[in-house]
């Protein structure tokens, strides 16, 4: 079993930056795919950024977001810049061993999320 655990969101205003983490027990975290996926009020949860060995993004968030990890941490970060209020949602992040994917369907443990508020 793999634990999951968010943290990093909070409110800001637009054009305004946040770091998510997601951090992931276990002790071949390096082997891991960690995606993040975001999923506001009435709408499905979506697919934001994932890596394993290389990193993939929706196109919405191209350009603004970075994801990276740190592997002796056991941590994937989500970095956030130039927010809209259109990216207000929950975070979540997904872990699944094997090759990264856009699917939220294909991670096998989540955290709890974490709620990113973008003012106007």
């Known amino acids: 079993q793999v634990q999951v655990v968010e943290s990093g969101g909070g409110l800001v205003q637009a054009g305004g930056s946040l770091r998510l983490s997601c951090e992931a027990s276990?002790?071949?975290?390096?082997?891991?795919?960690v995606g993040w996926f975001r999923q506001a009020p009435g709408k499905e949860r979506e697919f934001v950024a994932a890596?394993?060995?290389?990193?993939t993004y929706a196109d919405s968030v191209k350009g603004r977001f970075t994801i990276s990890r740190d592997n002796p941490k056991n941590t994937v970060y989500l970095q956030m810049n130039s927010l809209k209020p259109e990216d207000t949602a929950v975070y979540y992040c997904?872990?699944?061993?094997?090759?990264?994917?856009?699917?939220?369907?294909?991670?096998?443990?989540w955290g709890q999320g974490t709620q990113v508020t973008v003012s106007s």
């Open positions: 276990g002790r071949t975290f390096s082997w891991y795919a």
């Open positions: 997904g872990v699944r061993g094997g090759i990264s994917s856009i699917v939220y369907r294909d991670y096998d443990y």
């Open positions: 890596i394993r060995y290389s990193s």
